[in-house]
C-alpha cells in the first residue's frame, strides 16, 4: 500500500514528489510513462523559470529534478497508468499489468495544446510557432505576430502579445468568436490587433532561421501577412483520461474536463489531488506547476496522517 501515488513526472509531479517524501511519507511513488520532465523538455529556451538567469533548454532545466527527488526517497515507475478508482478509502491504480493500492493519490498528467494542422506548423514549431505567449512573447518584442484561433485563449493572448509586440494580427476562420462577450470588445478596441476574420491560414513561410510570415486566404482573396511569431491557440487536449470509469469521471472536472480543485489542490474525492496543467485555471507554466505540486504533496501528507 502507497501512502501516495503520484501519477504525471512533469514540474507537478517531481516537486509532489520532492515535499511528500522530504515531508515524511514514506511509500511514494511516481508513475511516469516516459521520462520525467514533462512537456517543458521539448522546448528550447526557456527564460522564465526564477532563479535561473540563463536561457537553458527545457532538458537543461529539468535535468536535476528527479536527481534530488530520489535523494530523499522517490520511486520512479515508468509505468503509463490506465484507470485510478476508490474502493472504501484504498485508491486502485491499474497499470495495464497489476494494480496498485494508495492510501491518496495526484494526479498531475498535464494537458496539451492542440495543434491547427497548417503547412509548416510542425516544420517551424519551436523556431517562430508556438503555443504559449506567456512563455515566448517576449522574444517578439516590438515585432509583428500572428495568432491563430477565435476562443476565449486566442483572444486573450492576443490582448497579451498587444502589450509586447509591435502588431497582432488574429486570424479565425469564422466571423463569430467564442470568446466572453468582455472580450471581444476589447480585442475590437485594441489599435495594435488587426483582425482577419472569415480567413484561413494557407500557409506558415519561412527560411533557415525561422518563420517570416503566413499565406491567409481571405474573403477577397491571398494575402501575405509579415510576422516573426506565430501563435496557435485552437483548444486543448487535457489529460485526464486515468479519471475517466465507465459513470463518467471519479472527480468533478469542468466542461472542459479540467479537474476542479480547491485551493490545497483537493479534488471533489478525498484523497486525490490534482496539480498543474490538469487542473483548472492553471496558469500552464513550470513554476505554476511546480507550486501546485508543492501545495498537493503538502495536502497529501495531512490526508494520509489523518487517516
Ligand atoms: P506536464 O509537464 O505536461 O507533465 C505531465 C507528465 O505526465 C508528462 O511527462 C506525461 O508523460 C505524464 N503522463 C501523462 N499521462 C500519464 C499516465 N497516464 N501515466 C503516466 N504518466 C503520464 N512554461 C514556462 O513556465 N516557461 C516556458 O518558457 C515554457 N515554454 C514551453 C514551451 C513548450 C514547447 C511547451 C510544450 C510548454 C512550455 N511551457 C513553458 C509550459 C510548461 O511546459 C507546462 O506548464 C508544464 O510542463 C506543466 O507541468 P505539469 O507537471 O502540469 O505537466
Ligand atoms: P476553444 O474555445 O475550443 O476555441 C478554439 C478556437 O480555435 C475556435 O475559435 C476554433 O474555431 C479555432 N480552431 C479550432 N481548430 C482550428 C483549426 N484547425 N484551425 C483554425 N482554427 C481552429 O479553445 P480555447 O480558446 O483554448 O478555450 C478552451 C475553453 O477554455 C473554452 O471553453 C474557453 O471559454 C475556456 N477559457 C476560458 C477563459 C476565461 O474564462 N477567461 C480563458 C481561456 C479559456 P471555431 O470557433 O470556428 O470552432
Same mark, same amino acid.
Given at each position: 500500500?502507497?501512502?501516495?501515488?503520484?501519477?504525471?513526472?512533469?514540474?507537478?509531479?517531481?516537486?509532489?514528489?520532492?515535499?511528500?517524501?522530504?515531508?515524511?511519507?514514506?511509500?511514494?511513488?511516481?508513475?511516469?510513462?516516459?521520462?520525467?520532465?514533462?512537456?517543458?523538455?521539448?522546448? #528550447?529556451?526557456?527564460?522564465?523559470?526564477?532563479?535561473?538567469?540563463?536561457?537553458?533548454?527545457?532538458?537543461?532545466?529539468?535535468?536535476?529534478?528527479?536527481?534530488?527527488?530520489?535523494?530523499?526517497?522517490?520511486?520512479?515507475?515508468?509505468?503509463?497508468?490506465?484507470?485510478?478508482?476508490?474502493?472504501?478509502?484504498?485508491?486502485?491504480?491499474?497499470?495495464?499489468?497489476?494494480?496498485?493500492?494508495?492510501?491518496?493519490?495526484?494526479?498531475?498528467?498535464? #494537458?496539451?495544446?492542440?495543434?491547427?494542422?497548417?503547412?509548416?506548423?510542425?516544420?517551424?514549431?519551436?523556431?517562430?510557432?508556438?503555443?504559449?505567449?506567456?512563455?515566448?512573447?517576449?522574444?517578439?518584442?516590438?515585432?509583428?505576430?500572428?495568432?491563430?484561433?477565435?476562443?476565449?485563449?486566442?483572444?486573450?493572448?492576443?490582448?497579451?502579445?498587444?502589450?509586447?509586440?509591435?502588431?497582432?494580427?488574429?486570424?479565425?476562420?469564422?466571423?463569430?468568436?467564442?470568446?466572453?462577450?468582455?472580450?471581444?470588445?476589447?480585442?475590437?478596441?485594441?489599435?495594435?490587433?488587426?483582425?482577419?476574420?472569415?480567413?484561413?491560414?494557407?500557409?506558415?513561410?519561412?527560411?533557415?532561421?525561422?518563420?517570416?510570415?503566413?499565406?491567409?486566404?481571405?474573403?477577397?482573396?491571398?494575402?501575405?501577412?509579415?510576422?516573426?511569431?506565430?501563435?496557435?491557440?485552437?483548444?486543448?487536449?487535457?489529460?485526464?483520461?486515468?479519471?475517466?470509469?465507465?459513470?463518467?469521471?471519479?472527480?468533478?472536472?469542468?466542461?472542459?474536463?479540467?479537474?476542479?480543485?480547491?485551493?490545497?489542490?483537493?479534488?471533489?474525492?478525498?484523497?486525490?489531488?490534482?496539480?498543474?496543467?490538469?487542473?483548472?485555471?492553471?496558469?500552464?507554466?513550470?513554476?505554476?506547476?511546480?507550486?501546485?505540486?508543492?501545495?498537493?504533496?503538502? #495536502?497529501?501528507?495531512?490526508?494520509?496522517?489523518?487517516?
Amino acid at each position: 500500500m502507497l501512502d501516495l501515488a503520484i501519477v504525471g513526472g512533469g514540474p507537478a509531479g517531481l516537486t509532489a514528489g520532492l515535499y511528500a517524501t522530504r515531508g515524511g511519507l514514506k511509500n511514494v511513488v511516481m508513475f511516469e510513462k516516459g521520462m520525467p520532465g514533462g512537456q517543458i523538455t521539448q522546448s #528550447s529556451e526557456i527564460e522564465n523559470y526564477p532563479g535561473v538567469s540563463d536561457v537553458v533548454s527545457g532538458i537543461e532545466l529539468m535535468e536535476k529534478w528527479p536527481e534530488q527527488c530520489q535523494r530523499f526517497g522517490l520511486k520512479h515507475e515508468m509505468v503509463e497508468i490506465q484507470k485510478i478508482s476508490k474502493d472504501g478509502d484504498t485508491f486502485l491504480l491499474d497499470t495495464g499489468s497489476e494494480t496498485v493500492e494508495a492510501k491518496s493519490v495526484l494526479v498531475c498528467t498535464g #494537458s496539451n495544446p492542440r495543434k491547427a494542422g497548417l503547412k509548416g506548423e510542425e516544420e517551424f514549431t519551436g523556431k517562430g510557432v508556438s503555443y504559449c505567449a506567456t512563455c515566448d512573447g517576449f522574444f517578439y518584442k516590438e515585432k509583428e505576430v500572428v495568432v491563430v484561433g477565435g476562443g476565449d485563449t486566442a483572444l486573450e493572448e492576443a490582448l497579451y502579445l498587444a502589450k509586447i509586440c509591435s502588431k497582432v494580427t488574429l486570424v479565425h476562420r469564422r466571423d463569430g468568436f467564442r470568446a466572453s462577450p468582455a472580450t471581444i470588445e476589447r480585442v475590437k478596441e485594441n489599435d495594435k490587433i488587426e483582425l482577419l476574420l472569415e480567413s484561413t491560414v494557407e500557409e506558415i513561410v519561412g527560411d533557415k532561421m525561422g518563420v517570416t510570415g503566413v499565406k491567409v486566404e481571405t474573403k477577397e482573396g491571398s494575402v501575405d501577412v509579415d510576422a516573426m511569431g506565430i501563435f496557435i491557440f485552437v483548444g486543448y487536449d487535457v489529460n485526464n483520461s486515468v479519471l475517466k470509469n465507465e459513470g463518467g469521471f471519479l472527480c468533478d472536472v469542468n466542461n472542459w474536463g479540467e479537474v476542479r480543485v480547491d485551493l490545497k489542490m483537493r479534488t471533489s474525492v478525498d484523497g486525490l489531488f490534482a496539480a498543474g496543467d490538469v487542473r483548472e485555471d492553471a496558469a500552464k507554466q513550470v513554476v505554476c506547476a511546480a507550486g501546485d505540486g508543492a501545495t498537493a504533496a503538502l #495536502s497529501a501528507i495531512s490526508y494520509v496522517e489523518g487517516h
